[in-house]
């Protein structure tokens, strides 16, 4: 496991050149002031559904079909649910390296946990990602946290409370989606939104963030992103030529919509282009909560979304051909969606 960067970071200078970006993949200037952009990821209000929901739902479609991202507050999720669970993640990666691997428990050839450094692809890969990352499936709870980390003694009790309530707000934000595109209220229930995958990335201080990047631009492969991105930015969102900063709000949730919500929407709804920055003073965390198809689920832009105006753009296929071409094409925004179109 040497090759986690948390292990390292602080004992390597300069950047090894394996994190070196080609200059035009590279981030540019990063100021450490907020940016000054034409937009701003919107905020939505989740408290008032009771009296307000039409108009959540209408906040909701088009910030889903302007920017792909949102982020929710007064989402109903305890503070120091969040808290807790941010800290035991913190403690995780903080742990001797040996502990970190000690701690992940499996029986499952297939490792149900991972840890793992810069991504997947890392044997394939031109340069490394800036991050390790922590990754295991929640739901359901039973089934899954026996095989989360041991450590820290609290890593079980607190993520399994934080990724139900999350969960909870997931199925929310998709019950309002669907009534918003008329699909009825149940659209994305079972199947569709059968698993909860939750991938934690670190990001230690890095010595030149103007070279690297923690998450290369992509676009997420599931049906909705819950992110948790705690109180250190670095989360960007492209929009019309430029990089925008998904600002931190105390407690609040990050939103955004995979390939495969815009697939089902044909379109109507888009997944944006995002990634991630590092910055050279503070660790950065995020815990991203991936609502995910099962893998035979069929996937196709619902009937009622196609007419004559609106042609089908996507063809019919099972949640498993995608993930595997998503792999294969390692996640590349200009590629990934060709296979899937008519
Ligand atoms: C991801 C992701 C962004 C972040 O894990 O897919 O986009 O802020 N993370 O860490
Ligand atoms: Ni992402």
Redesign the pocket.
């Known amino acids: 496991m040497e090759k986690l960067v948390s292990s390292w970071y602080n004992v390597v200078q300069p950047l090894p050149e394996t994190y070196i970006f080609p200059l035009d993949a590279r981030p540019g200037k990063l100021s450490t002031a907020p940016s000054i952009s034409n937009y701003s990821i919107p905020v939505i209000d989740l408290g008032s559904q009771g009296h307000d929901r039409d108009q959540i739902i209408q906040q909701i479609l088009e910030a889903s079909q302007e920017f792909g991202f949102f982020q929710v507050i007064n989402h109903g999720i305890p503070e120091v649910l969040l808290n807790d669970a941010m800290d035991v993640f913190k403690e995780f990666f903080e742990l001797p390296p040996e502990d970190k691997e000690a701690s992940i428990y499996s029986d499952d050839p297939n490792k149900v946990c991972k840890l793992l450094t810069s991504s997947v692809n890392y044997d394939r890969e031109a340069v490394h990602l800036w991050r390790d990352v922590l990754k295991h499936p929640c739901h359901p709870l039973e089934k899954f946290m026996p095989l989360w980390p041991k450590q820290p003694i609290k890593y079980r009790e607190n993520v399994g409370k934080c990724s139900t309530q999350v969960r909870k707000v997931a199925l929310n934000i998709l019950e309002l989606i669907s009534e918003g595109l008329r699909l009825g209220s149940e659209y994305f229930n079972d199947e569709l939104s059968q698993e909860t995958q939750l991938?934690v990335?670190y990001y230690p201080p890095c010595p030149d963030p103007s070279l690297t990047l923690?998450?290369t631009k992509h676009c997420?492969p599931q049906l909705i992103t819950i992110?948790l991105?705690g109180d250190v930015s670095?989360?960007q969102v492209f929009k019309d030529g430029e990089w925008i900063d998904v600002e931190p709000l105390p407690h609040g949730l990050v939103v955004n919509i995979g390939y495969q919500l815009q697939i089902i929407s044909n379109g109507k709804l888009k997944c944006a282009e995002?990634r991630?920055v590092t910055n050279s003073s503070n660790a950065r965390m995020?815990a991203?909560f991936f609502i995910t198809p099962s893998p035979d689920c069929y996937i196709e832009p619902a009937a009622t979304l196609i007419n004559a105006s609106n042609p089908q753009v996507y063809k019919r296929f099972q949640y498993k051909e995608f993930s595997a071409n998503y792999f294969m094409k390692q996640g590349n925004t200009e590629v990934v969606l060709e296979a899937f179109k008519l």
Do not use: E, R, Y
Request: charged share 10%; no cysteine; net charge negative.
């Open positions: 991938v990335n923690g998450i997420d992110l991105q670095g989360l995002h991630a995020s991203a």
